[in-house]
């Protein structure tokens, strides 16, 4: 299929020129409806009812995760997420269902689930009767070109297993067949956008959009089947505007085809044992030295060979590349991405009691918990459900004795990320919380054997532990505890 260069250069201009400007209030409310709460906790064991709500914004182009299974299992009904941009790209999706939409900056969102279908309303502004409902059209008209698109990606899926054990070669008919229905399902899901927007039925950015949502997966496909060339991809990367309103989601993944084409496949193989099997290494070195992206989908590309490096190589290797990056970057919010996500492996500790801030700031254990008033210590971590669901009891206590109680949250987590993630989603306060970093030789862990998690301390004013195995926060016979030791 030959593609009209011109056609899509005009098309990518046209799409995001009457975008507007607002004010940006710095917050994302994203809050589910008690009916769904109600029903997800009636029926949780059904896995595929789960929604995961993904947030995209122009400092996180892979997106932030701000409410899946783990977090759901907690009390908390309403997320929050700090923003700088205008817009901002809310993905909602369950296992029968997913939901993509351009949300302004400030906006209130009310996030239901009915009979498995997914619906987002916004509540502090008016909106069109259909603009959060687009790819559910699409869906019921069976015209979603996100279905199709991972029909080529995932082929297998679409097979039962005897098929792809008798016809191994099966799977590339499949890859064809969605091609060609892709480019067809495009061409009219334009058209039922087209209409929805004539009509004044959606805004023109939830149009411009979906249809630049489409046209990147034709784009990418063309690539991988290679009817687009070199020359010719590197004039669609380089004409993208570069100020957009919202986030350009798909135009980083249109980055990550062109690499994958053009740099991955062409490095040497090393048996990994994943699923590309490259060296990594190569490939970053690669991409650093090409001038055919720009440098925030340059900056995208190198965090992700840097992460394929972290996974595969040595650490000496690996200290390497980060330390490439983080000399060589200019952008400070991917030089922050950086430091958080690796900040675990590299972060000199000098003593066996320092642990580090949410700002990365090394401190000292053993001052921390010397504030001349009693200090529980929570041991927990992101991944750890009932330490999670201990979380809104601990916060009602720290009301209740701000005063005379000092609360601290320790974390084992490995990767700081997902720390300061999970911080966000259970709000909880950033001053009392800090990374151990070295659990296995940290003082306090070694000491008192605290092999599993949630586990709780109580410490005195002078820094000795008065009881260390306290009762949870969600245990009565912990304010009887506290209540006893502040008479002393």
């Known amino acids: 299929m030959k593609v ?25 409310v994203v809050t589910m409806d008690k009916q769904t709460k109600r029903n997800i906790d009636k029926y949780n064991n059904f896995w595929y009812l789960f929604p995961y709500v993904t947030v995209y914004d122009s400092r996180h182009p892979n997106g932030v995760e701000i409410l899946n299974k783990q977090s759901l299992k907690d009390t908390i009904t309403t997320l929050l997420f700090s923003t700088e941009d205008d817009f901002y790209i809310l993905n909602c999706r369950t296992l029968q269902s997913e939901v993509e939409v351009v949300v302004k900056n400030g906006d209130k969102v009310i996030l239901s689930l009915n009979n498995e279908q997914i619906a987002i309303n916004v509540t502090n502004r008016t909106t ?35 098929e792809a054990l008798k016809t191994p070669k099966k799977k590339y008919l499949v890859k064809k067949q969605a091609f060609e229905e892709i480019a067809a399902c495009i061409k ?11 009509n004044a039925l959606i805004s023109t950015n939830t149009a411009s959009f979906n249809k630049m949502k489409f046209r990147t997966f034709l784009l990418s496909l063309n690539i991988l089947e290679s009817k687009i060339n070199f020359d010719s991809a590197r004039i669609l990367l380089n004409s993208y505007p570069n100020t957009l309103r919202y986030p350009d989601k798909y135009h980083y993944k249109l980055a990550e085809c062109i690499t994958d084409k053009f740099i991955v496949e062409k490095a040497k193989e090393i048996p990994f044992n994943d699923l590309t099997n490259r060296d990594y290494a190569e490939i970053y070195d690669k991409i650093n030295q090409s001038d055919l992206f720009l440098t925030r989908h340059k900056n995208f590309l190198l965090m992700r060979e840097l992460d394929r490096i972290f996974k595969s190589f040595s650490r000496n290797i690996s200290k390497k590349y980060y330390d490439s990056f983080l000399n060589n970057t200019q952008d400070s919010a991917a030089k922050n991405i950086v430091r958080d996500k690796y900040a675990f492996f590299f972060t000199p500790i000098n003593n066996r009691d320092e642990v580090l801030s949410v700002q990365n700031q090394k401190q000292s254990l053993s001052e921390l918990l010397k504030e001349n008033k009693l200090t529980y210590v929570d041991f ?16 009602k206590l720290q009301e209740k004795y701000e005063k005379d109680i000092n609360f601290i949250y320790l974390s084992i987590d490995q990767n700081a990320t997902q720390w300061k993630t999970a911080i966000n989603q259970l709000a909880l306060p950033l001053k009392k919380n800090f990374l151990i970093t070295n659990p296995k030789n940290n003082t306090l862990i070694q000491k008192y054997k605290v092999i ?37």
């Open 380 to 395: 927990w971590a992101s991944w750890c459900g009932p330490c999670r669901v201990e979380v809104p009891h601990s916060k």
């Open 452 to 488: 599993s998690i949630p586990r709780y301390m109580i410490i005195d004013a002078k820094g000795v532990v008065i009881n260390q195995n306290a009762p949870r926060p969600s245990d009565p016979r912990l304010i009887k505890v506290f209540n006893e030791l502040l008479k002393k």
């Open 188 to 198: 009219s899901a334009t058209q039922i956008v087209d209409s929805l927007e004539q």
């Open 4 to 28: 009209n260069l011109i056609f899509l250069l005009l098309f990518i201009t046209i799409c995001f020129s009457s975008i507007s400007q607002i004010q940006k209030p710095d917050s994302i």
């Open 128 to 162: 069109q009767p259909l603009e959060f409902k687009v790819d559910n059209i699409l869906y019921h008209r069976q015209k979603n070109p996100l279905i199709l698109v991972k029909k080529y990606y995932n082929p297998l899926h679409f097979m039962s297993i005897e």
